[in-house]
């Protein structure tokens, strides 16, 4: 059973930063795709950021230039750096991995990693 366990969350205000992990339970990084996706009450869950086993990145329009993904393949934990934080970007976020090989940042975020794993989700919280 595939585990993933995020730490990091907070609150924080405007303008501030916060790093967010996602430890993989898996021992052994095999090229999947990383993820992370986010969601407020009464919206869709959106993707935020992927990361390919070939470093390729896919970001959503919002965080560019803001947000950075990056992966520590002999720990097989996923990071997202968050600068310049706004209230729109308040939301439960959750870490993602594909189920094997990664297919596609782009597949990743617009499908919602179909069929991978879930970590249970972290609370992100910018104030004014």
């Known amino acids: 059973q595939v585990s993933l366990v995020e730490s990091g969350g907070g609150a924080v205000e405007t303008g501030g930063s916060l790093t967010l992990s996602c430890k993989d339970s898996?021992?052994?990084?095999?090229?999947?795709?990383k993820g992370w996706f986010r969601q407020v009450p009464g919206k869709e869950r959106e993707g935020v950021a992927a990361?390919?086993?070939?470093?390729?990145?896919n970001y959503a329009e919002s965080v560019k230039g803001r947000f950075t993904i990056s992966l520590d393949k002999d720990k097989n934990t996923h990071y997202l750096q968050m600068n310049s934080l706004k209230p729109e970007d308040t939301g439960m976020y959750y870490c993602?991995?594909?189920?094997?090989?990664?297919?596609?940042?782009?597949?990743?975020?617009?499908?919602?990693?179909?069929?991978?794993?879930w970590g249970q989700g972290t609370q992100v919280t910018v104030s004014s």
């Open positions: 898996r021992a052994t990084y095999w090229g999947h795709c």
């Open positions: 993602a991995a594909s189920r094997g090989w990664c297919y596609g940042v782009t597949q990743f975020l617009s499908q919602s990693n179909p069929g991978g794993h």
């Open positions: 990361l390919g086993e070939d470093g390729s990145t």
